[in-house]
């Protein structure tokens, strides 16, 4: 499909310290489980490239089945996706992980569309700012980085914009 390259997997490096994960046994086997649903996608709109990062469906699944067994158990497993999520973002958006932010793409048409095409349909079905993904544990940058707060769709509101 013109608008974007094909999907690939990230694998992203895990490091237990820089993710404030406690190093167990556990962590090291369900983030092994899920890194193969660790996605990426290059996404060129017009002149601009976006990266797209996110983990399947499989993965909120067993997010959810954890709240449903123990709420520390769901929190556990939300905490390891969002850290597989941003250490992928780290690995492969090294300014992003400098300055500590991931700069948001304001949402146009284009890049709308192309999401849907990509199956990351925009879930903010109003069609208003900010971009919402349609997986939970996602995100959405521009590639190469361009820095963070003056192009980010959520300056307005962002606390390290103030």
């Given amino acids: 499909m013109p608008g974007f390259t094909a999907e690939t997997t990230a694998h992203p490096f895990w490091d237990a ?26 996404l060129r709109v017009g002149g601009d490239s ?11 699944a067993e997010v959810d ?22 250490n ?10 400098s300055l500590g932010c991931c700069p948001l793409p304001p949402a146009s048409a284009p890049l709308r569309r192309a ?9 903010n079905t109003r069609g208003e700012r900010p971009l919402i993904l349609s997986r939970r544990y996602s995100t959405l940058t521009f590639y190469p980085f ?14 390290k914009a103030l």
Avoid: I
């Fill in 17 to 42: 310290l820089q993710t404030g994960a406690d190093g167990r046994v556990e962590d090291a086997v369900l983030l092994a489980r899920w890194r193969p649903y660790l996605r990426r996608m290059l």
């Fill in 146 to 159: 361009r820095g963070a707060c003056p192009c980010c769709a959520l300056r307005n509101d962002c606390p």
């Fill in 65 to 86: 089945a954890g709240w449903k067994r123990w709420p520390s158990e769901g929190l556990w497993r939300h905490s390891l996706a969002m850290n597989l999520c941003m």
């Fill in 50 to 60: 976006f990266l797209a990062l996110w983990l399947d469906e499989h993965v909120e």
């Fill in 88 to 97: 992928a973002v780290r690995a492969l958006v090294p300014d992003a992980a």
């Fill in 115 to 123: 999401l849907a095409r990509a199956g990351l349909a925009d879930a």
